[in-house]
């Protein structure tokens, strides 16, 4: 997949645009303030962010303007990871800074949020109305006894009143946590269980494929089982009363009060994400008001280059750090365009027509969906107008070749493809957006600033054109200050550093190019190894989801314990195809040809349907679990998979092979 260093870019900007860009001006501006390097491009500045870490992130702070209602005694405290300590001394709030351009008299009036559902109605939330909204539910959540550090949580998707919520939770110093209302139950309680909130925001039900979703005995059921809860706030998206005993989201958000922000410490927690977790309960991921703030306006304001002209719509659920990450677009003052509702309904159009709708400069998706919009043949750049549209991002996966020609060939040809990795970990990128560079089929155009992304062999040595382990070798201010009911740090620990000590190991396979671009293989622990020879799952599925017969695939290395080594290729046919000899042979034969004869798979086994993750992710490593072997219940947390069912298909194969 890695690109010959003398290939032509798919695309280059152009150089007004290279001028223009934010990350142009903050180079000029660093190397006149900070010592920046002020020739050498990208490469130059980035090789300074990460040689002078705390002198690139102070720059990053004056660049933006952060408040600090205390001054800091130092950038970086202590470097060691885990532990690193930043701006020691400082206090700020987040919600302060996100809602900064309702102070603008000629901002207060324009759009913060455009808000769109099925029906395609939409909705515009004006700064003056949005920051109101925060400042009357701030004082309710006051008045309710909510004090910094408890957990408020939201059961909510991705509408308005959930923006609103995490405001006011920031605002007064407490944790927000959410999960989107497709989650069951047991997979809430599975998270919220853990943080014990005071507070929960909820829905009795969504819209979503045409259809209504009833969540009232859900809602029901997380009252009973959460007993830390002093307070319900109901939101009648469906259109029912208030339940006896919650409150009226209107009756709290309707009073004309400005918000008073909490002055909380750098590393005060801001959320708790929830890793996708297969086994055992999902890792409560607790990330700080601080060290988000300022990735967030680094990766929103330099990478993603945007701004007061820009509208940002990125498709995401409440249950995925890139709502998160859509939210902090207010922290630019760009309008944040959300949508809530099924990828492909009516039809896997639905994405571009939210994009033309809403006037979209950004529009983030998933490379599965370009990938479905690929397969079913339509012709976005035709049939909408996306002139507005100058960057399409994706993310959850790697996007394949194929999605990159797609994008150029079928949205527009002068066209920022900006394929983005990073982590629920660390709610942030480590490589992808840089709107001064070319694009490079197949490839991330770079590691971000501030991020010391490298490769590395098992002994911990640097790769060049060679795939290796993703890691990072300096501390981010947005990863983890620590996990939540993790009082040792032992499971924050061993998620990340017990590999390499010190060092960030993400658990994915990347190559770091000759050029400087980035090229992810999918999952290492996951990886496939034979005869020596390493590849990543998503080169696999790259190739054969090509194929019109194939929906979709999961491929496993097993290490036999006689020394042999098992390569099933799982495949979910389209409707009507059939699983011959022809078809295997041309699944063997795009493999062979397109990528190795040594990862031809042994067998090609068709299956019900492939499962994925609550965020969309195949699950390849409890799947290989459960093929040696493992019991389901020890191989999986059943809360944290979209459909349990179609696991007992490889479990009986494990049956059977045993």
């Known amino acids: 997949m890695t690109s010959a260093a003398g290939e032509a870019p798919l695309w280059q900007p152009e150089p007004e645009r290279v001028e ?13 303030r900070h010592g920046a390097p002020a020739d050498g491009g990208y490469a130059a500045l980035h090789r300074w962010s990460v040689e002078e870490l705390d002198t690139f992130w102070e720059a990053v702070a004056d660049w933006f303007d952060v408040r600090f209602s205390t001054p800091y005694t130092a950038v970086l405290g202590d470097r060691a990871m885990p532990g690193a300590q930043w701006f020691p001394g400082a206090t700020l709030n987040y919600a302060e800074h996100a809602l900064r351009t309702a102070d603008d008299p000629l901002r207060a009036d324009a759009p913060a949020l455009l808000y769109v559902d099925e029906t395609h109605t939409q909705v515009a939330v ?17 008045a309710l006894g909510v004090t910094p550090g408890d957990r408020v949580s939201g059961y909510l998707p991705n509408i308005p009143q959930a923006v609103v919520a995490f405001l006011a939770t920031a605002a007064v110093g407490a944790v927000w946590t959410s999960c989107a209302p497709d989650f069951g139950a047991r ?19 969504y819209r979503y494929g045409g259809k209504e979703h009833d969540r009232t ?15 319900v706030v109901h939101i009648p998206l469906l259109g029912t009363d208030t339940p006896e005993g919650a409150l ?34 999902p890792k409560a991921i607790v990330q700080s008001q601080g060290g988000i703030l300022l990735e967030h306006f680094k990766q929103l304001g330099l990478h993603c280059d945007l701004g007061p002209d820009d509208r940002f719509f990125w498709y995401t659920s409440t249950g995925w750090m890139m709502w998160n990450f859509l939210v902090s677009g207010l922290l630019t003052g760009t309008t944040v365009v959300l949508y809530d509702g ?10 571009w027509r939210v994009a033309e709708q809403t006037g979209a400069t950004l529009f983030g998706t998933s490379a599965a969906y370009v990938m479905a919009c690929r397969k079913a043949g339509i012709h976005p750049g035709r049939d909408h107008d996306l002139s507005r549209v100058q960057c399409v991002a994706t993310t959850g996966s790697p996007l394949p070749p194929d999605g990159f020609r797609w994008l150029h060939d079928e949205v527009a040809e002068d066209l920022w ?3 983005v990795s990073g982590g629920t970990d660390v709610c942030s990128c480590f490589a992808g957006a840089v709107p001064t560079l070319p694009v490079h089929i197949g490839e991330l155009q770079a590691p971000c600033l501030g991020t010391d992304l490298q490769s590395w062999d098992p002994a911990g040595q640097p790769l060049t054109g060679e795939v290796g382990e993703l890691v990072v070798t300096a501390p981010m201010p947005s990863m983890p200050v620590r996990f939540w009911n993790d009082p040792d740090g032992s499971r924050y620990h061993d998620s990340y550093f017990d590999m390499y000590p010190g060092v960030w190991r993400h658990g994915d396979w990347i190559t770091l190019t000759d050029r400087g671009s980035v090229v992810i293989h999918g999952r290492s622990d996951s990886t496939l190894n034979r005869q020596g020879v390493r590849m990543g799952s998503a080169d696999i599925y790259e190739a054969v989801e090509r194929l019109p017969e194939i929906r979709e695939s999961l ?28 078809l295997r042979d041309s699944i063997k034969r795009t493999i062979r040809e397109n990528l190795s004869p040594r990862h031809v798979p042994d067998e090609v086994i068709e299956v019900p349907g492939i499962p994925h993750t609550l965020t969309g992710k195949r699950i390849e490593v409890p799947v290989k679990r459960l093929l040696q072997g493992t019991a389901l219940s020890k191989a999986v947390n059943p809360g944290s998979i979209d459909n349990l069912e179609l696991l007992h298909f490889y479990e009986d194969l494990a049956r059977k092979r045993h």
């Open 20 to 32: 223009a860009a934010a990350v142009t001006r903050f180079q000029r501006w660093a190397a006149g």
């Open 126 to 142: 004006s700064w003056s109305e949005l920051r109101r909204q925060v400042g009357s539910l701030t004082a309710e959540l006051r």
């Open 187 to 205: 997979s809430v309680l599975d998270r919220f269980q853990q943080v014990e909130p005071v507070v929960l925001f909820t829905v009795d039900g």
């Open 217 to 231: 005995d859900t809602v029901a059921e997380l009252r009973r089982e959460l007993p830390t809860l002093r307070a």
């Open 248 to 281: 009226d989201w209107t009756a709290l958000t309707t009073a004309d009060t400005g918000p008073v922000f909490e002055q909380v410490p750098f590393e005060h927690p801001l959320w708790v994400l929830y890793s996708s977790g297969t086994t055992g309960l």
């Open 342 to 351: 099924s990828p492909g309904y009516p039809d896997v159009n639905a994405q």
């Open 417 to 419: 493809i900006a394929s």
């Open 555 to 582: 491929v496993i290395g097993l290490e036999e314990p006689d020394g042999g080594y098992w390569m099933p290729l799982f495949v979910h046919l389209a409707e009507g195809a059939t699983l011959d000899d022809a």
